[in-house]
């Protein structure tokens, strides 16, 4: 099923508002509470770990909360708008702290992150949730998951390039009023491009649900649990995205003091274009050569650039080239993955309805931001604590074993994730090749049966219930 050229960019623009917001809060943030608040960096690592874990068992509960919507306007929209709000007021709060000081400080940052978290939850899961009901047709569904995936990396672009510079503009030289009014326009922008998303994609009403058996948080854990190939899938995601949020998180930190040339990080975050155009040659890489040697090189090519970068750091820091390169090379790796790794959810769900009768697409989205809430969780634990063990001060010149510690962490630490991330998809991930152009063929065949005949109480066709991989 083809979706319409305005669904489909109306759709993917959404992603421009929303991942402007928790890419600058994912690259900024830290170095605003350590280099602008002066918040101890153990402390700020810690609040990252337990707000992520946090945020991490809400998503399942929110995944079930959109799953048992039922209303006129359908399951999907009305919570999108409900977040979207939200969330936008809590990232100007966010950046804003009344002129607060020491333990008053820690407190009301502790408060405002947390909320932050679990608003976005309430605007992240059901967006994606929409996503797979786009369309079922394998091939369109390529086309369409890249696009917002496209505009999530315009929004990296665009904050992690010019970011710093719009905070020292706004500010005239102070920083802190100068994130405060950088998240007003950031905010301002996420509600126009949500509007743009929810006023003109489609969407079916629930009412007609209204007899189906409610999710429960029990039925919602075994959806999860017993989808083998989500959980594999959840096992490559994580270790991929725990490698590129150890790598953006002290990205900060490796240019402005291992390097010495701050300069050079919008330089590297600008490389991000590349990100967009692997995405938007994906489709047509996976028809060339498989999706599964897609994802072969998606992992290689970060392997690839963050030696380059480690090897720079050594031989020529200042080398914008050299910056560059790692970037372009890194980037485009990254691209191939969010390419692969977004059609695949989809591909999860399908495969659970197959196997068990029920969609279930909010819970198992659910479980794609609960992975990217984990991998953060993670991340900002290892930034913080870790900055710390390494000995960093901040806004003074670092230690040999400071700037060796920064020197690994940033390149070293995030190949082997990237190489786990490999292996996990090699041997355990299924649905590629044939048996995914199988499991293509059977859920069409269960659509069109479900259309002509009531389903059994179970919901699933007898011979679909023995369908494996």
Same mark, same amino acid.
């Given at each position: 099923?083809?979706?319409?050229?305005?669904?489909?960019?109306?759709?993917?623009?959404?992603?421009?508002?929303?991942?402007?917001?928790?890419?600058?809060?994912?690259?900024?943030?830290?170095?605003?509470?350590?280099?602008?608040?002066?918040?101890?960096?153990?402390?700020?690592?810690?609040?990252?770990?337990?707000?992520?874990?946090?945020?991490?068992?809400?998503?399942?509960?929110?995944?079930?909360?959109?799953?048992?919507?039922?209303?006129?306007?359908?399951?999907?929209?009305?919570?999108?708008?409900?977040?979207?709000?939200?969330?936008?007021?809590?990232?100007?709060?966010?950046?804003?702290?009344?002129?607060?000081?020491?333990?008053?400080?820690?407190?009301?940052?502790?408060?405002?992150?947390?909320?932050?978290?679990?608003?976005?939850?309430?605007?992240?899961?059901?967006?994606?949730?929409?996503?797979?009901?786009?369309?079922?047709?394998?091939?369109?569904?390529?086309?369409?998951?890249?696009?917002?995936?496209?505009?999530?990396?315009? !929004?990296?672009?665009?904050?992690?390039?010019?970011?710093?510079?719009?905070?020292?503009?706004?500010?005239?030289?102070?920083?802190?009023?100068?994130?405060?009014?950088?998240?007003?326009?950031?905010?301002?922008?996420?509600?126009?491009?949500?509007?743009?998303?929810?006023?003109?994609?489609?969407?079916?009403?629930?009412?007609?649900?209204?007899?189906?058996?409610?999710?429960?948080?029990?039925?919602?854990?075994?959806?999860?649990?017993?989808?083998?190939?989500?959980?594999?899938?959840?096992?490559?995601?994580?270790?991929?995205?725990?490698?590129?949020?150890?790598?953006?998180?002290?990205?900060?930190?490796?240019?402005?003091?291992?390097?010495?040339?701050?300069?050079?990080?919008?330089?590297?975050?600008?490389?991000?274009?590349?990100?967009?155009?692997?995405?938007?040659?994906?489709?047509?890489?996976?028809?060339?050569?498989?999706?599964?040697?897609?994802?072969?090189?998606?992992?290689?090519?970060?392997?690839?650039?963050?030696?380059?970068?480690?090897?720079?750091?050594?031989?020529?820091?200042?080398?914008?080239?050299?910056?560059?390169?790692?970037?372009?090379?890194?980037?485009?790796?990254?691209?191939?993955?969010?390419?692969?790794?977004?059609?695949?959810?989809?591909?999860?769900?399908?495969?659970?309805?197959?196997?068990?009768?029920?969609?279930?697409?909010?819970?198992?989205?659910? !479980?794609?931001?609960?992975?990217?809430?984990?991998?953060?969780?993670?991340?900002?634990?290892?930034?913080?604590?870790?900055?710390?063990?390494?000995?960093?001060?901040?806004?003074?010149?670092?230690?040999?074993?400071?700037?060796?510690?920064?020197?690994?962490?940033?390149?070293?630490?995030?190949?082997?994730?990237?190489?786990?991330?490999?292996?996990?998809?090699?041997?355990?991930?299924?649905?590629?090749?044939?048996?995914?152009?199988?499991?293509?063929?059977?859920?069409?065949?269960?659509?069109?049966? !479900?259309?002509?005949?009531?389903?059994?109480?179970?919901?699933?066709?007898?011979?679909?219930?023995?369908?494996?991989?």
């Amino acid at each position: 099923m083809k979706v319409p050229f305005r669904e489909k960019y109306a759709f993917g623009v959404g992603a421009l508002g929303k991942d402007a917001v928790i890419c600058f809060v994912n690259t900024f943030l830290l170095f605003y509470y350590t280099d602008v608040l002066y918040l101890s960096p153990a402390f700020v690592g810690t609040l990252f770990f337990g707000a992520r874990v946090w945020d991490a068992i809400n998503d399942p509960v929110m995944g079930m909360i959109i799953d048992n919507t039922r209303t006129r306007f359908g399951k999907f929209r009305i919570w999108l708008v409900i977040g979207t709000v939200l969330n936008a007021i809590v990232f100007v709060l966010l950046f804003t702290t009344f002129n607060l000081t020491g333990g008053s400080l820690y407190l009301y940052c502790t408060i405002m992150y947390v909320i932050f978290g679990m608003t976005y939850t309430v605007m992240d899961v059901p967006y994606w949730s929409w996503l797979p009901n786009l369309t079922s047709d394998p091939e369109e569904r390529e086309r369409v998951s890249v696009l917002p995936r496209i505009f999530a990396s315009l !929004a990296g672009l665009l904050t992690g390039t010019f970011g710093l510079q719009a905070v020292n503009l706004l500010g005239s030289g102070d920083q802190m009023k100068g994130f405060q009014l950088i998240a007003v326009l950031i905010a301002i922008a996420f509600i126009i491009f949500i509007g743009i998303t929810v006023t003109n994609v489609p969407e079916a009403s629930t009412l007609d649900q209204q007899n189906a058996p409610k999710l429960t948080m029990k039925k919602a854990v075994q959806v999860i649990k017993s989808n083998d190939q989500l959980l594999a899938f959840i096992g490559l995601l994580l270790t991929f995205n725990l490698s590129m949020q150890i790598m953006n998180g002290f990205m900060i930190y490796y240019f402005k003091y291992v390097t010495g040339n701050e300069a050079l990080f919008s330089l590297f975050f600008f490389t991000i274009f590349a990100e967009m155009l692997g995405l938007m040659l994906f489709p047509k890489i996976s028809r060339k050569i498989s999706r599964e040697k897609t994802y072969i090189l998606a992992c290689l090519l970060p392997v690839i650039g963050l030696l380059i970068l480690f090897v720079a750091g050594f031989i020529a820091p200042t080398n914008a080239i050299f910056a560059m390169a790692a970037g372009l090379v890194l980037k485009f790796g990254s691209g191939l993955s969010l390419g692969v790794t977004t059609v695949s959810i989809a591909d999860c769900i399908d495969y659970g309805e197959i196997k068990f009768g029920t969609r279930n697409e909010s819970i198992i989205c659910s !479980a794609q931001t609960f992975l990217m809430k984990s991998s953060q969780a993670v991340a900002g634990l290892l930034t913080g604590v870790g900055l710390s063990i390494v000995g960093y001060v901040p806004n003074a010149a670092q230690s040999a074993t400071a700037i060796l510690g920064i020197r690994l962490l940033t390149c070293i630490v995030p190949i082997f994730c990237v190489i786990f991330s490999y292996l996990i998809y090699k041997n355990w991930y299924k649905l590629k090749g044939q048996r995914l152009l199988d499991l293509s063929k059977r859920i069409t065949k269960f659509h069109s049966e !479900a259309n002509k005949t009531q389903k059994t109480n179970e919901g699933v066709l007898e011979e679909d219930v023995n369908f494996e991989v």
